[in-house]
Nanobody, 122 residues
Framework: QVQLVESGGGLVQPGGSLRLSCAAS????????MGWYRQAPGKERELVAR???????NYADSVKGRFTTSRDNAKNTVYLQMNSLKPEDTADYYC????????????????WGQGTQVTVSS
């Protein structure tokens, strides 16, 4: 069994910063891409940022230059540093990962975290 657990969400004023973390645990053989998605009320879930196992990143246009994703492969953890936050960044943020799961005969399966809420408001 594999779990993704996010942390670091909360309430922040416009222009502020937050750092999200997502730790993967369980029957993990390896982790391929990891990423962050978000879903605002009444909107579809959208990609925020993704990072490959080798550290190659891509970002949504709306967060380029403000958000940075990184990972610590030794800790099976991915991070999202969010700077210059705007009210429109308010959403539930979800961690996502493609994980080679030992218990599933080493198949690569896609997993989601439970989400962490980010609210940007004065």
């Amino acid at each position: 069994q594999v779990q993704l657990v996010e942390s670091g969400g909360g309430l922040v004023q416009p222009g502020g910063s937050l750092r999200l973390s997502c730790a993967a645990s369980g029957t993990i053989f390896s982790i391929n891409d990891m990423g962050w998605y978000r879903q605002a009320p009444g909107k579809e879930r959208e990609l925020v940022a993704r990072i490959t196992s080798g550290g190659i990143t891509n970002y949504a246009d709306s967060v380029k230059g403000r958000f940075t994703t990184s990972r610590d492969n030794a800790k099976n953890t991915v991070y999202l540093q969010m700077n210059s936050l705007k009210p429109e960044d308010t959403a539930d943020y979800y961690c996502n990962a493609d994980i080679q799961d030992i218990r599933s005969k080493y198949r690569v399966l896609n997993y989601w975290g439970q989400g962490t809420q980010v609210t940007v408001s004065s």
